[in-house]
Structures are given as structure tokens and as C-alpha cells.
């Protein structure tokens, strides 16, 4: 069965940190590439971040670049997000995602090209 459980998310002020976990289980996790997402209240679900199956190639939505930091620990089956100096506009539930690495590309950004979902984790960055 597979499995894609968040954690990590809560409360914090604008300009706080928070790391958020993904455990993932039920597939081989090192053939999939995995990206971070995120769905605000009243919003369509976008594109945080995402990293190569090997975790040595990553990329970023605009918004997030240079405050998130993805990673991943291929001997934990785990994919990470550091996400620092928060605003309130990134508060959201976030969703981790794997998607099978075809390799002929490194990552992925488009929702439909992943085949794994995990719950989410609400992150609320107050002002």
C-alpha cells in the first residue's frame, strides 16, 4: 500500500521556519522524483518544489526560490522542505508528491506527471 504521510506543519510568524517531512511507503522510493505543493483557501493547488530521484538536481516556483530548500534521504524513504523567512501568502496546506522517474527528465512541476499524493500539512504563517 502505498503511503505519502506529511508532518511538520503548525503555526508561526512571519519571518519564523518550519521543516516539513514526508515518509514515504509502498514503492520504490528512489525511482520517483518527488516535489512539495501547496493549496491555499480558495485557491488552486501550485507548485512549491521539486527534486531528482537522486537529489542532486532541484527546482523551484519563483515565489518560494531562495526561502525553501527541498531534500531528500533516500535510506529514510523521506523528502524534506526547509522553508524559511515565511510570509503570510505562503500559508497553505502543503502536499508532498511522487512521481516515477521516466529518465529522460530530472524533475517534475506539472501535478499530472505525479502519481502519489500525500494528505497535506496545514501551515499558517501569521503577520
Known amino acids: 500500500q502505498v503511503q505519502l504521510i506529511e508532518s511538520g506543519g503548525g503555526l508561526v510568524q512571519a519571518g519564523g521556519s518550519l521543516k516539513l517531512s514526508c515518509a514515504a511507503s509502498g514503492f520504490m522510493f528512489s525511482r520517483y522524483s518527488m516535489g512539495w505543493f501547496r493549496q491555499a483557501p480558495g485557491k488552486e493547488r501550485e507548485f512549491v518544489a521539486a527534486?531528482?530521484?537522486?537529489?542532486?538536481?532541484?527546482t523551484y516556483a519563483d515565489s518560494v526560490k531562495g526561502r525553501f530548500t527541498i531534500s531528500r534521504d533516500n535510506d529514510k524513504n523521506t523528502v524534506y522542505l526547509q522553508m524559511n523567512s515565511l510570509r503570510p501568502e505562503d500559508t497553505a496546506v502543503y502536499y508532498c508528491?511522487?512521481?516515477?522517474?521516466?529518465?529522460?527528465?530530472?524533475?517534475?512541476?506539472?501535478?499530472?506527471?505525479?502519481?502519489?499524493w500525500g494528505q497535506g500539512t496545514q501551515v499558517t504563517v501569521s503577520s
Open positions: 508528491a511522487a512521481a516515477w522517474n521516466n529518465g529522460v527528465y530530472l524533475y517534475y512541476v506539472t501535478q499530472a506527471q505525479y502519481d502519489y
Open positions: 527534486v531528482s530521484w537522486s537529489g542532486g538536481s532541484s
